[in-house]
């Protein structure tokens, strides 16, 4: 059974990704969303510190930390959320993650996952392009506004879901390899 008001983010708890605005963003939606959890997937540096947030400001039975998990088990958990989050906390161009295209993101996608993705990766425009997910900025008022909205507007998640699965099938990687490697014989 796919839980829709489930979020789900797959990543080392370390410093880099916007966890506490993660964990703010779902207090505040629970008032509308009674059953919104975030499940964080990883462990880390900051896992201490998160459970501790979670747990003054009573957030417990909204998030849920599943610790560090092998690729099978996450796609347990990951096919039977809603929404898959990549959100940081900075868009350092500088940075290699400014540019690049997250696996997590195509596990996601792989998933059936909408995606809310931030940043200026070629991943948000096909994100955007194919309406499988939003790009958002670094901004608690936009990512709470884009989450409510995917959550409580059914038809348009159910669409942006079937896109999301589109977009995975479309780019699987053996699929591409093949399409390339024949396209480029000598």
């Known amino acids: 059974m796919i839980r829709r008001h489930d979020l789900v983010v797959v990543s080392a708890l370390e410093p880099g990704v916007a966890f506490e605005m993660l964990i703010q963003v779902v207090g505040e939606l629970k008032k ?37 998990l092998s690729h099978t088990e996450m796609f347990r958990v990951t096919t039977k959320c809603g929404i898959g989050i990549a959100f940081y906390d900075v868009a350092d161009p500088n940075h290699f993650r ?52 995917m959550l409580l507007n059914k038809k348009a998640y159910e669409a942006m ?15 591409t390899l093949s399409k390339l490697l024949t396209q480029n014989t000598i």
Do not use: C, W
């Not at 919104?36 to 900051?46: A, D, F, P």
């Not at 400014?98 to 096909?126: C, H, Q, T, W």
């Not at 879901?161 to 699929?175: G, P």
């Open 32 to 68: 509308v969303i009674p059953d919104i959890r975030l499940i964080l997937i990883g462990s880390g540096s900051k896992e201490k510190a998160l459970k501790k947030s979670v747990i003054d400001q009573g957030l417990g039975k909204h998030i849920i930390f599943k610790g560090s």
């Open 98 to 149: 400014y540019f690049s295209d997250p696996m997590k993101v195509r596990d996601y996608l792989a998933s059936g996952l909408p995606v809310i993705v931030s940043g200026n990766s070629a991943i948000g425009e096909e994100l955007v392009t194919h309406s499988a997910g939003r790009v958002v900025a670094i901004n608690e008022g936009e990512l709470r506004r884009t989450i409510k909205h």
């Open 161 to 175: 879901r079937k896109n999301a699965i589109n977009l995975a099938e479309a780019t699987d990687a053996e699929k």
